[in-house]
């Protein structure tokens, strides 16, 4: 079974730069990596998703190294705003189904 | 457009009570997961449909868990004699084509309190 690993928490202050690593160690070739953010009592929303090198969108970039083992996520300038928290969520293709494995879960505080 | 709805947000259940749970996606996408979040746990998979076809159930916890999805839109996931374990907030989700570099689209969930 994949396991997907993220750190439990992080803290940074307003308009620093936050970086997010997820450990995949069993990804297949064909899956894709993707970053969700998550309110409470809110379903995850997405913010963006890549399968090699470096993807960035109007509000993050994603890096990954050319094994594909682990991804970050990088939040440009943080605001209070980004206090939530983020998964990474990856399939589950080489045990044979279409499950997809979420990371443990990183709680981002954001501190004035 | 709508994104993916679920309802009822909050369900009260007494143990040993049946649940339905639904799930209306984004209109014509082909894949649908639901999700059970445990209290301060990440989401865990439970089931896929792609169309009406349930190609993957290998993550419902037990056989008082159904899902379907009849007509390849709407989909219920219904729990039946409910346990206080089944707490939980339950997510749909929905993704365009079903393949890999599709993105997977939440909804709000059902917190579902088993009392």
């Known amino acids: 079974l994949a396991k997907t690993t993220q750190p439990i928490s992080m803290d940074s202050y307003e308009g620093q730069e936050v970086n997010i690593t997820c450990s995949h160690n069993n990804i297949a070739t064909n899956d894709y990596i993707t970053w969700y953010q998550q309110f409470p009592s809110q379903g995850p929303r997405f913010i963006i998703q890549?399968?090699?090198t470096k993807v960035t969108n109007e509000v993050a970039s994603l890096f990954i190294p050319a094994d594909r083992k682990s991804s970050t996520l990088s939040l440009p300038r943080v605001s209070l705003s980004d206090t939530a928290v983020y998964y990474c969520?990856?399939?589950?293709?080489?045990?044979?189904?279409?499950?997809?494995?979420f990371g443990t879960g990183t709680r981002l505080k954001v501190l004035a | 457009g709508a994104g993916v709805s679920q309802s009822p947000r909050y369900k009260v259940a007494k143990r040993g009570q049946d649940v339905a749970l639904r799930c209306d996606p984004i209109?014509?996408?082909?894949?649908l997961f639901w999700y059970q979040q445990a209290l301060g746990q990440g989401p865990e998979f439970l089931t896929y449909f792609q169309n009406e076809a349930q190609l993957d159930k290998s993550g419902l916890p037990s056989d008082r868990f159904f899902a379907e999805r009849p007509e390849g839109s709407v989909s219920t996931l219904k729990i039946q004699r409910t346990q206080q374990e089944d707490s939980a907030v339950y997510l749909c989700?929905?993704?365009?084509?079903?393949?890999?570099?599709?993105?997977?689209?939440f909804g709000p969930g059902t917190r579902l309190t088993v009392l």
């Open positions: 989700a929905s993704s365009p084509r079903g393949q890999e570099a599709d993105t997977q689209y």
């Open positions: 969520l990856v399939g589950d293709r080489p045990s044979g189904t279409y499950k997809y494995i």
């Open positions: 890549g399968y090699k």
């Open positions: 209109s014509g996408h082909v894949s």
